[in-house]
């Protein structure tokens, strides 16, 4: 007999309030409905594969090799593909004759050198402010970036004063790595 007086009270308030009310209802319904087939069944999907990723990780914890004579090699060769210190300014050539080639110009930039502690190479920081259009940019970057694994871009900011233009100006920040004689 309640859910008779429930359905009459429910008709009463829903009369009494409106479209708000059955929206509201509508609403709580439906959030309802996604807690219970969607929220729900994650919860206990993402919890059984905590469970079951414990033993993997435990299993590949324990047969994690311990780096060996290879890994120390490979930082070798790493480091021997370095440019050394006097060759440092055939790339910033190279770099400056690519510019060249793609129609980019640049204008003078700033140039610093930062020692990494006692780490057998040093940082060559390069500001470049250049102006050219985004595909001569672009084509720019990515030819010095593929010709010398030794240069790292590290920032690049474009301005463009007017939509118009094709012209924009960007900033190249820029870090190149050598070898410590």
Same mark, same amino acid.
């Given at each position: ?6 359905? @009459? ?11 708000? $009310?059955? /929206? !509201? %209802?509508?609403? =709580?319904?439906? *959030? ?29 914890? @324990? ?11 490979? $930082?070798? /060769? !790493? %480091?021997?593909? =370095?440019?050394? *210190? ?45 102006? !050219? ?5 672009? *084509? ?42």
């Amino acid at each position: 007999m309640k859910p008779v007086w429930l359905m @009459a009270h429910l008709r009463y308030r829903l009369h009494q309030h409106g479209w708000p $009310a059955a /929206a !509201g %209802l509508a609403l =709580l319904l439906a *959030a309802l409905g996604v807690m219970l087939l969607g929220v729900v069944p994650m919860q206990q999907k993402t919890a059984q594969m905590a469970r079951d990723q414990a033993p993997l990780r435990l299993r590949m914890v @324990a047969s994690a090799e311990i780096p060996d004579a290879d890994a120390s090699q490979a $930082a070798r /060769a !790493g %480091l021997n593909s =370095l440019p050394d *210190a006097a060759q440092a300014l055939d790339v910033i050539a190279s770099l400056h004759s690519a510019a060249q080639r793609h129609g980019v110009a640049l204008a003078s930039g700033e140039y610093r050198v930062v020692r990494e502690g006692k780490a057998p190479w040093q940082r060559y920081r390069v500001s470049l402010p250049a102006r !050219g259009t985004y595909p001569q940019l672009r *084509a720019w970057m990515a030819e010095w970036m593929n010709a010398s694994p030794a240069v790292v871009l590290d920032e690049f900011g474009l301005r463009r004063d007017d939509v118009a233009q094709d012209t924009v100006e960007a900033r190249i920040q820029l870090s190149l790595f050598v070898r410590v004689p």
